[in-house]
């Protein structure tokens, strides 16, 4: 691909980036993508993710490749220093999404697949071993200049003298915690105030099983040595993380012979081999602003989530997803340019939850203190811990609100997604019918309530409409398990309107308030399309 402009230049291409390579070639987008590393990184960070994500990877045509490589997150289990239970998770069965709850993967798989899945596209240009050093953003388009680099030896990058520029008319800055692109629009970022520091170990033991009998997820909240091991990160790796403790120093972390004193009650040296150690320091940092006209952040370079929830890489993709349906609106000259505005109004909230309630999980967590630990744990023994948290549903943007300003559920939640069977295909709803904007009914075909203008309009950004019904015929999808009528019948609802990213817009109590509800999110789109309505 040789072009003279760039819909998108992307910066940086970790899980998230990939991500939004994809999703942007799925959609046609001609996208530049520039990574300072001359292949994808070979060794995990990220742990796990949820349901929502893999609707996500479903979207881009991940699912398939990577099902077999993860493993279903079901049981997570919090323990005091005796092993006493504290806390068990509910987190395994079927969720919302048609996926399992959560996931737990061995990253280089993932990023494996993604990758394949953003190469895929031949309106996306992949570019490895390249430094973003300098970005100049004009009127209409912003101009990037690139450096090749050298890899001498492992982890070490040195410049060489051959450079790069190219221009597009949106960056996008997924290049990590020391994002290159949010300092060089000078953004601030705001700690939330949480800081520790653990060593973490990946090992690929001798026998995948070695761990099999602990739970998924096993956190150890022992004021000696607070501790998470996973037992089963993908199909044949475990995971351990031990806090530093208060005078600790990396350097003496990172010896063997302390690490394998650590160990020592899990797993013996012959009985596997440690691929990965280092120590992180987990920190909760926001950017202020997440995008300035043309550019734009996502995943670490605008947020930093500490592991407790395990959300940092599906806060990134959320991001990634949130943003491509608007880009993709834009760039086909659908809706103006003010539609950017609510991409942080829409992240930035449901993100500082996520990590506010990681922060929360991690003082509960890391304590260090004996009696505060005992504290702790009889505050759990006496039930007066509050539950384990739910997941936050999308509370500003573009959303149906009702005349007091409120949303009601659905609106705002992850919409239901199922197996259904059309014209002589079955399987989940997205494969079968496919994505985007979408009106779902159990009752009457839409068309016969809206106007000519609401149904051309809908048209223009992509939206589909579709009867649901328990009966087989030619001229609905079938809800194959009955798991679309009864979640309308127990909502009260004769229609969903699904957005892009699979969150409600709304519910419609009766098909007679659709075209109002139509007309409200045709408002809120930021639509050009004036000129061209129809009488």
């Given amino acids: 691909m040789n072009k003279e402009i760039y819909d998108v230049v992307q910066i940086g291409y970790g899980p ?19 990574e300072r590393w001359p292949s994808t990184f070979s060794l995990p960070r990220a742990a796990t993710f949820d349901h929502e994500i893999m609707r996500v990877l479903q979207s881009i045509g991940c699912s398939d490749k990577i099902e077999e490589k993860i493993v279903p997150f079901i049981n997570y289990h919090w323990v005091n220093a005796k092993r006493d239970i504290l806390l068990k998770v509910p987190y395994g069965g079927t969720a919302t999404s048609g996926w399992e709850n959560g996931y737990l993967m061995f990253q280089p798989e993932i990023e494996k697949a993604l990758d394949e899945a953003a190469r895929s596209y031949s309106n996306v240009e992949i570019n490895l071993g390249w430094q973003a050093e300098e970005l100049k953003e004009h009127e209409d388009y912003v101009e990037v200049t690139f450096r090749k680099g050298e890899i001498p030896e492992p982890g070490k990058w040195l410049p060489t003298n051959e450079t790069r520029t190219v221009r597009a008319l949106y960056v996008i800055g997924a290049d990590g915690a020391n994002s290159f692109t949010r300092n060089k629009l000078e953004i601030k970022t705001k700690d939330l105030g949480f800081e520790a520091e653990f060593l973490v170990l990946d090992i ?10 602990l739970p998924e997820g096993y956190q150890i909240c022992d004021p000696a040595r607070p501790t998470t091991v996973v037992s089963r990160l993908g199909t044949e790796h475990i995971r351990f993380e031990f806090m530093l403790l208060p005078g600790e120093k990396k350097e003496d972390m990172l010896d063997t012979e302390k690490i394998y004193e650590l160990l020592k009650e899990w797993i013996l040296p012959e009985e596997g081999t440690i691929i990965r150690k280092t120590v992180y320091r987990f920190n909760s940092n926001l950017a202020e602003n997440w995008y300035n006209n043309r550019i734009f952040l996502i995943g670490d370079a605008a947020h930093l989530t500490p592991p ?16 491509a349906w608007k880009l993709d609106l834009v760039l086909r000259n659908k809706a103006e340019e003010s539609l950017f505005e609510t991409y942080q109004v829409e992240r930035y909230d449901h993100c500082k939850q996520l990590i506010q309630m990681a922060i929360d999980l991690g003082k509960i967590i890391c304590i260090p203190d004996e009696k505060e630990a005992e504290k702790r744990d009889q505050a759990f023994f006496s039930g007066s811990i509050p539950p384990f948290p739910e997941m936050p549903i999308l509370t500003n ?8 300003g409120d949303i009601i559920s659905p609106t705002g939640e992850l919409s239901l997604q199922d197996f259904v069977s059309y014209q002589g295909e079955t399987g989940r709803f997205d494969d079968i019918i496919g994505q985007g904007w979408t009106i779902i009914t159990t009752k009457e075909d839409p068309r016969n309530v809206l106007t000519n203008n609401q149904i051309f309009l809908l048209e223009q950004i992509g939206a589909k409409i579709v009867q649901i019904s328990n009966e087989e015929n030619k001229d609905t999808v079938y809800d194959l398990n009955g798991k679309y009528t009864k979640y309308f019948n127990e909502k009260g609802l004769e229609a969903v309107i699904v957005r892009p990213d ?4 709304a ?10 509800i139509v007309e409200d999110l045709l408002s809120q789109l930021h639509l050009k399309l004036s000129e061209t309505i129809i009488g």
């Avoid at 690929?204 to 009998?213: A, F, G, I, V």
């Avoid at 943007?397 to 007091?404: A, P, S, T, W, Y």
């Fill in 16 to 34: 998230v980036g990939q991500t939004m390579a994809a999703l942007l070639g799925k959609t046609g987008q001609s996208v530049a993508v520039f």
């Fill in 204 to 213: 690929r033991p001798n026998n995948p099983q070695h761990l099999y009998h």
């Fill in 308 to 323: 407790f929830m395990g959300q940092g890489m599906c806060s990134g993709i959320r991001d990634a997803k949130n943003l």
């Fill in 397 to 404: 943007g573009i959303l149906h609100k009702n005349q007091n």
């Fill in 502 to 505: 699979f969150y409600n817009f």
């Fill in 507 to 516: 519910g419609v109590p009766t098909m007679e308030e659709l075209p109002g």
